[in-house]
């Protein structure tokens, strides 16, 4: 800040530095990429060893979902276009930093994946942080039925097609929200339809592609 006209100093006065702003001063969450300040986190699932880390596993005509190659691997076999299958982690959280590191193999198009918070005890609702192929993203709830908050739009910050890496990540703090691509904070909003602390984990939905699957490297939190 410019000193004011009344304030100048005089013969008196001890002379100090005029303080700057510098690097060693903390960013605020919605401008910078989240890993580059907070630190260590409050949990984290790397999958090693064929540890779950606490997601939910299985395999129907539908979808497969279990732990290969130190990932939570999630399959799609296209038996019904358009389903959505979710694996949620046992654990609550309410105010968090949560993001996932996600290999996309086979994918095109519309072909659906992303990450699932604030997910209630029944574990069949929660926020949906949807990400394609193609490079378009949305944001809905699901109790029963979808509600859409922010419709599918496309950003540059999403590597789009198969055998790509993305880094999904969702700040919450009470009915706040910001969207984090690849450590790029794409959209704020603000909701109320899931006040409370809920599960998290991951969704996947195929449209285009026999086979679509995504692998979950890691997961970790920030409380």
């Excluded at 100048?8 to 919605?30: F, I, K, R, S, V």
């Excluded at 691509?181 to 984990?201: R, V």
Aim: net charge negative.
């Amino acid at each position: 800040p410019e000193p004011s006209a009344t304030t100048e100093p005089t013969a008196t006065m001890t002379e100090t530095p005029t303080l700057e702003p510098t690097a060693t001063m903390t960013p605020t969450p919605e401008n910078e990429d989240p890993l580059s300040w907070l630190g260590n986190a409050s949990w984290t699932g790397d999958f090693s060893g064929g540890d779950d880390e606490g997601f939910y596993t299985g395999d129907d005509e539908q979808t497969t979902i279990e732990v290969a190659n130190d990932a939570l691997t999630m399959t799609h076999h296209l038996t019904t276009v358009g389903w959505h299958t979710w694996s949620l982690n046992y654990r609550t959280i309410k105010n968090f930093y949560y993001e996932a590191d996600v290999n996309i193999k086979q994918c095109s198009g519309v072909d659906e994946y992303g990450l699932v918070f604030r997910g209630p005890g029944d574990y069949s609702s929660g926020y949906f942080f949807s990400v394609r192929c193609n490079g378009e993203y949305s944001l809905r709830t699901y109790d029963g039925e979808y509600e859409t908050i922010l419709y599918w739009q496309y950003s540059d910050a999403i590597n789009t097609g198969s055998d790509q890496y993305n880094r999904l990540g969702v700040w919450a703090e009470d009915n706040t929200f910001r969207l984090y691509i690849n450590g790029k904070m794409i959209k704020q909003f603000t909701d109320e339809t899931f006040p409370d602390s809920g599960h998290f984990g991951f969704l996947i939905a195929g449209y285009e592609t026999p086979g679509f699957q995504v692998e979950i490297d890691r997961v970790r939190y920030w409380q």
